[in-house]
């Protein structure tokens, strides 16, 4: 059955704690990107049942709301409608939840946005890498030939200038000029320097300002002729050293000589801050915490710890920062040994993901796990993270005991990858040994599924996804208890019909109001009984005044002198003015507080323009 757009939009709506708590509202592809004020207003067990919504995560600073392709842009629209909410684009999005992000999250989103946008470079040279180079071990005469040689030299491009791709990311994402980005990654590589993986051989120095200032051996304004292939985070942060000045200058450099003065101030203090200060004391920590890295992901206690810990981080949206990581190894000429940590994990969740989806008898959670195990199959692992393992828990538990396994296998038999970016099965195309990777993936998935399958139930409930009355599964009542010539009223509630007579009220008995009938309600949950509109929502959320498509007026009434209890044990999932279909829920009521209010429960019904009507039919 089709998705009722308008009805997905307003529930939703209905769980963010009120239109002033929405920043922003943008969409992707798959979900809904909102930006949120105050978290702790949002009703995420409500929100994560709504129908339609496959999963949900904060991560970015946005609340992310999984509705899937081809869907999500119909609920968005609806969505705006309902919520009155500022229309954002996904990058005004993006921004305005960067701005609401703690330093540390804003630095690691910042480093993601700069290296994200050059991973089709990457990958490309990557794979390219891997073909030539099994080329060249399978037909050993194909090395010695120009095809080899032209294929190796358009491979290595990506990596021998990778700070040039890096500065002009960097530039773009930090608000500078990109071809001023591109000049100073170019300088960084330029070939009057001595090559980077070449300075164990020596490099020479030019002294700036002569033999001034020395302190020990450094002399200040030293220079080393020496270039930085292979590093990334100099480049970085020279960049946005450049990009702030350059901002700075066009808004105090009169605009007569703005053209001359702000790229020549901007390039040259760029340039010796670089050569002097950032490029020997960053390239320096960079290698550091490379060489650190590299000692952790091939050690097998490393990995093990990396490859449990991979999903939790994915779930704070700090995976991002490991493509500086791998970027970094890659530029060094070695293997990128982080890949197979990143691969394990997420094929760990494929097989958990995929477990889930065989054994649960919820037709929901079935056709939301399939799907998302298969996309996480490939390597993208959100819907089945979000949407299924970790609400159930367990199954994100097990999926991070397969990933630790998976990545121990890795480090053991020492595989690695030729580029970045992709995991999974699409992994096969950078691994270095696609039979140990083979190994990987099989263990991976088979220790995280075969948990799942034995010791996750699927009659479960997970804190994070139910709470203690979500077993109890809603009945809609379907008897139509008031017929007119204009259509039909179904009984708002269940329980037993009761003539207007029996009704403990003498206005209602009398049908002063209108024709009436009473319900003595077996539940506290109170449905539309047509499709229409909310005319009216008392404050107290006792009673409401529903209009039908065909014109009939009803008022429907919670109990008796029930005013009196000022809303306590009444709750309104609907507001004045809301567009509602026939079954939808508009208000839940606790029997037992009315009870202890000494109220009597009844619902009544009443047709409150009755006299429109020629032939009014009562069930009772």
């Given at each position: 059955m089709e998705l009722n757009y308008q009805k997905c939009a307003e529930e939703i709506f209905d769980t963010l704690g009120g239109k002033d708590n929405i920043v922003s509202a943008a969409h992707c592809a798959t979900r809904l990107r909102l930006v949120i004020a105050d978290n702790s207003k949002v009703d995420l067990k409500t929100l994560e049942n709504v129908e339609g919504v496959q999963g949900v995560f904060n991560s970015a600073g946005q609340l992310q709301i999984i509705i899937g392709t081809g869907t999500v842009n119909k609920v968005y629209d609806e969505f705006i409608k309902v919520s009155g909410a500022t229309v954002a684009s996904k990058e005004e999005a993006k921004a305005a939840a960067a701005s609401q992000m703690p330093w540390w999250r804003q630095l690691i989103k910042t480093l993601g946005d700069v290296f994200v946008p050059i991973l089709p470079a990457i990958v490309a040279a990557g794979l390219m890498m891997g073909l030539v180079e099994a080329l060249g071990k399978a037909i050993p005469t194909f090395a010695s030939t120009d095809w080899y040689a032209f294929l190796d030299m358009a491979a290595n491009t990506s990596f021998a200038f990778l700070p040039v791709l890096v500065a002009v990311s960097a530039a773009q994402v930090f608000g500078g000029n990109i071809f001023l980005g591109a000049v100073i990654g170019l300088m960084?590589?330029?070939?009057?320097?001595?090559?980077?993986w070449n300075a164990g051989n020596g490099y020479d120095v030019w002294y700036l300002?002569?033999?001034?200032?020395?302190?020990?051996?450094?002399?200040?304004g030293q220079v080393n002729q020496l270039?930085?292939?292979g590093h990334v985070i100099p480049v970085v942060i020279s960049v946005y050293l450049m990009s702030k000045l350059e901002i700075k200058l066009h808004k105090i450099v009169p605009e007569m000589i703005d053209l001359f003065v702000t790229p020549l101030t901007t390039v040259l203090v760029t340039a010796l801050a670089t050569f002097m200060v950032i490029g020997p004391v960053f390239s320096t920590l960079e290698t550091w915490v490379l060489s650190a890295a590299t000692i952790l992901v091939t050690n097998p206690f490393g990995a093990l710890a990396m490859g449990a810990i991979y999903p939790i981080t994915v779930v704070m949206g700090l995976h991002h920062m490991y493509n500086t990581i791998e970027l970094g190894m890659l530029s060094t000429g070695a293997l990128n040994t982080w890949m197979p940590i990143a691969s394990a994990a997420n094929f760990a969740q494929f097989g958990a993901c995929l477990a889930v989806g065989i054994k649960t008898k919820d037709a929901k959670r079935k056709t939301v796990a399939i799907p998302s195990a298969l996309s996480a199959s490939l390597g993208i692992t959100e819907p089945a993270i979000f949407g299924v393992n970790l609400r159930l828990m367990k199954p994100f538990v097990f999926a991070a005991i397969g990933g630790a396994v998976g990545a121990l296998v890795g480090a053991i038999f020492q595989i690695g990858a030729t580029a970045n970016g992709v995991t999974g099965i699409p992994g096969y195309l950078i691994a270095s040994n696609p039979l140990t990777y083979t190994i990987?993936?099989?263990?991976?998935?088979?220790v995280s599924f075969l948990l799942t399958i034995f010791f996750w139930k699927d009659d479960e409930v997970a804190t994070t996804e139910e709470t203690n009355t979500a077993a109890v599964k809603e009945v809609i009542p379907d008897e139509v208890v008031i017929t007119?010539?204009?259509?039909t009223i179904k009984a708002p509630v269940n329980g037993k019909i009761i003539p207007a007579s029996q009704i403990p009220d003498p206005v209602f008995a009398e049908e002063t109001m209108g024709k009436s009938v009473g319900i003595q309600p077996t539940d506290g949950n109170v449905y539309a009984p047509f499709d229409g509109t909310v005319m009216m929502l008392f404050p107290t959320k006792h009673a409401i005044g529903l209009k039908s498509n065909d014109g009939m007026e009803v008022l429907i009434h919670i109990g008796v002198d029930t005013v009196q209890m000022n809303g306590d044990g009444f709750e309104a999932f609907?507001?004045?003015?809301?567009?509602?279909?026939a079954g939808d829920k508009l208000i839940h009521f606790d029997q037992n507080?009315?009870?202890k209010a000494?109220?009597?429960?009844?619902?009544?019904?009443?047709?409150?323009?009755?006299?429109?009507?020629?032939?009014?039919n009562k069930v009772a």
């Amino acid at each position: 059955m089709e998705l009722n757009y308008q009805k997905c939009a307003e529930e939703i709506f209905d769980t963010l704690g009120g239109k002033d708590n929405i920043v922003s509202a943008a969409h992707c592809a798959t979900r809904l990107r909102l930006v949120i004020a105050d978290n702790s207003k949002v009703d995420l067990k409500t929100l994560e049942n709504v129908e339609g919504v496959q999963g949900v995560f904060n991560s970015a600073g946005q609340l992310q709301i999984i509705i899937g392709t081809g869907t999500v842009n119909k609920v968005y629209d609806e969505f705006i409608k309902v919520s009155g909410a500022t229309v954002a684009s996904k990058e005004e999005a993006k921004a305005a939840a960067a701005s609401q992000m703690p330093w540390w999250r804003q630095l690691i989103k910042t480093l993601g946005d700069v290296f994200v946008p050059i991973l089709p470079a990457i990958v490309a040279a990557g794979l390219m890498m891997g073909l030539v180079e099994a080329l060249g071990k399978a037909i050993p005469t194909f090395a010695s030939t120009d095809w080899y040689a032209f294929l190796d030299m358009a491979a290595n491009t990506s990596f021998a200038f990778l700070p040039v791709l890096v500065a002009v990311s960097a530039a773009q994402v930090f608000g500078g000029n990109i071809f001023l980005g591109a000049v100073i990654g170019l300088m960084m590589v330029h070939p009057a320097l001595t090559n980077g993986w070449n300075a164990g051989n020596g490099y020479d120095v030019w002294y700036l300002f002569g033999n001034l200032f020395k302190i020990g051996n450094y002399t200040l304004g030293q220079v080393n002729q020496l270039g930085y292939q292979g590093h990334v985070i100099p480049v970085v942060i020279s960049v946005y050293l450049m990009s702030k000045l350059e901002i700075k200058l066009h808004k105090i450099v009169p605009e007569m000589i703005d053209l001359f003065v702000t790229p020549l101030t901007t390039v040259l203090v760029t340039a010796l801050a670089t050569f002097m200060v950032i490029g020997p004391v960053f390239s320096t920590l960079e290698t550091w915490v490379l060489s650190a890295a590299t000692i952790l992901v091939t050690n097998p206690f490393g990995a093990l710890a990396m490859g449990a810990i991979y999903p939790i981080t994915v779930v704070m949206g700090l995976h991002h920062m490991y493509n500086t990581i791998e970027l970094g190894m890659l530029s060094t000429g070695a293997l990128n040994t982080w890949m197979p940590i990143a691969s394990a994990a997420n094929f760990a969740q494929f097989g958990a993901c995929l477990a889930v989806g065989i054994k649960t008898k919820d037709a929901k959670r079935k056709t939301v796990a399939i799907p998302s195990a298969l996309s996480a199959s490939l390597g993208i692992t959100e819907p089945a993270i979000f949407g299924v393992n970790l609400r159930l828990m367990k199954p994100f538990v097990f999926a991070a005991i397969g990933g630790a396994v998976g990545a121990l296998v890795g480090a053991i038999f020492q595989i690695g990858a030729t580029a970045n970016g992709v995991t999974g099965i699409p992994g096969y195309l950078i691994a270095s040994n696609p039979l140990t990777y083979t190994i990987l993936l099989v263990v991976s998935f088979g220790v995280s599924f075969l948990l799942t399958i034995f010791f996750w139930k699927d009659d479960e409930v997970a804190t994070t996804e139910e709470t203690n009355t979500a077993a109890v599964k809603e009945v809609i009542p379907d008897e139509v208890v008031i017929t007119t010539e204009a259509g039909t009223i179904k009984a708002p509630v269940n329980g037993k019909i009761i003539p207007a007579s029996q009704i403990p009220d003498p206005v209602f008995a009398e049908e002063t109001m209108g024709k009436s009938v009473g319900i003595q309600p077996t539940d506290g949950n109170v449905y539309a009984p047509f499709d229409g509109t909310v005319m009216m929502l008392f404050p107290t959320k006792h009673a409401i005044g529903l209009k039908s498509n065909d014109g009939m007026e009803v008022l429907i009434h919670i109990g008796v002198d029930t005013v009196q209890m000022n809303g306590d044990g009444f709750e309104a999932f609907v507001k004045q003015d809301n567009v509602i279909h026939a079954g939808d829920k508009l208000i839940h009521f606790d029997q037992n507080k009315i009870a202890k209010a000494n109220h009597p429960d009844t619902v009544i019904v009443v047709l409150t323009n009755s006299s429109q009507y020629n032939t009014i039919n009562k069930v009772a």
